[in-house]
Structures are given as C-alpha cells and as structure tokens.
Nanobody, 125 residues
Framework: QVQLGESGGGLLQAGGSLRLSCAAS????????MGWFRQAPGKEREFVAA????????YYADSVKGRFTISRDNAKNTVYLQMNSLKPEDTAVYYC??????????????????WGQGTQVTVSS
C-alpha cells in the first residue's frame, strides 16, 4: 500500500515556475514508477510526465517537453515536477500516481494503482 500527497501548487503568472512535490508513504516507494497527470475543468485527465523506479528513464507529454522536468529521490520517498515557462493552458489539478508500469505503458493512467488527492495549479495570462 502506498499513500501519496501532493504539494506545491499555487497561482502564478504566465512564464513563471513552480515545483510540485509528491510525498509517499510505504517502504515500497522505490519499486514503483511514478507519474504526474493533470485535469483541467471540463477536460479529461491527461498524462504529463513519468519516471521509472530507478529514475533512469523519464517520459513527457509533448505539450510539456522542454519545460517540465520530473525527478525522484527514493531516499526521501518523494517525486518532483519542476515546471518552468508556465502557460495558462497548464492550469489544472495535478495528480501524482504510483504504478508498476514501464516504457510507454506509463503514459496510461490505468497502469497506476495509487493516486494522490491533487494540487491546484493556476496560471494567469
């Protein structure tokens, strides 16, 4: 069992930066791939980024590639999402998730077993 809790969301202007954190409980954190997803009002949840259990592989949605960076610290049971050059279209609730996925499977939210409650990110123009 893994419990996840996101933090770091907020309100900021376009062009700014935020770092989201997702703290996990449970001794098996380091065995899971971790992903970030987001859901904007009236839209379906979409994949943002994922990282393998070791941190050796990362995956990004085209819409955030080059602007967002996912990383993890297994010693701290935490995964991060550094978001730079934020745009109004990045406004959403951001969720972290843990799952036993690999490769392109990590783009699919159905491959994740555990989800956090989400943190709101609002980017004004």
């Amino acid at each position: 069992q893994v419990q996840l809790g996101e933090s770091g969301g907020g309100l900021l202007q376009a062009g700014g930066s935020l770092r989201l954190s997702c703290a996990a409980s449970g001794r098996t954190f380091s065995s899971y791939a971790m992903g970030w997803f987001r859901q904007a009002p009236g839209k379906e949840r979409e994949f943002v980024a994922a990282i393998s259990w070791s941190g050796g592989s990362t995956y990004y949605a085209d819409s955030v590639k080059g602007r967002f960076t996912i990383s993890r610290d297994n010693a701290k049971n935490t995964v991060y999402l550094q978001m730079n050059s934020l745009k109004p279209e990045d406004t959403a609730v951001y969720y972290c998730a843990a799952g036993d996925c690999s490769g392109y499977g990590c783009y699919d939210g159905n491959e994740y077993d555990y989800w956090g409650q989400g943190t709101q990110v609002t980017v004004s123009s």
